[in-house]
C-alpha cells in the first residue's frame, strides 16, 4: 500500500517562499507519476503540478512560472518548491501518486497561508 506523507506548510507573508516535501512509502516513487493539488476553503480540490515517472512536468496556469514540481528518487520524495506566494495561493496542499495519473493515493494535507 502507498502511503504519502507531506509536510512543510504554514504561514507566510505575499511574495516569501515555501517548499513542500511528500514522502513516500510502499512502492518506489519513481515508478509512479506524482502530483500536487490544493483545496482552498469553500472551493473544489483543484490540480497544481505533476511530475511523470519520466520526468515531465505540467503546472497549472495559476502556478506556472512560480512553483516548480521536482522529486528526489534516492529519497523517495517529491517536492513542490513554491516562489513568490500570493494570498490566492492558500489551501490545503495535497500529495498524490498513481500508475499512470496522480490519482489512486493521496496524503493528508498540508496547510499553507498566504498573508497579504
Known amino acids: 500500500q502507498v502511503q504519502l506523507v507531506e509536510s512543510g506548510g504554514g504561514l507566510v507573508q505575499a511574495g516569501d517562499s515555501l517548499r513542500l516535501s511528500c514522502a513516500v512509502s510502499g512502492r518506489t516513487s519513481s515508478s509512479l507519476a506524482m502530483g500536487w493539488f490544493r483545496q482552498a476553503p469553500g472551493k473544489e480540490r483543484e490540480f497544481v503540478a505533476t511530475i511523470t515517472w519520466s520526468g515531465s512536468t505540467f503546472y497549472a496556469n495559476s502556478v506556472k512560472g512560480r512553483f516548480t514540481i521536482s522529486r528526489d528518487n534516492a529519497k523517495n520524495t517529491v517536492y513542490l518548491q513554491m516562489n513568490s506566494l500570493k494570498p490566492e495561493d492558500t489551501a490545503v496542499y495535497y500529495c498524490?501518486?498513481?500508475?499512470?495519473?496522480?490519482?489512486?493515493?493521496w496524503g493528508q494535507g498540508t496547510q499553507v497561508t498566504v498573508s497579504s
Open positions: 498524490a501518486a498513481g500508475p499512470q495519473t496522480p490519482r489512486n493515493y
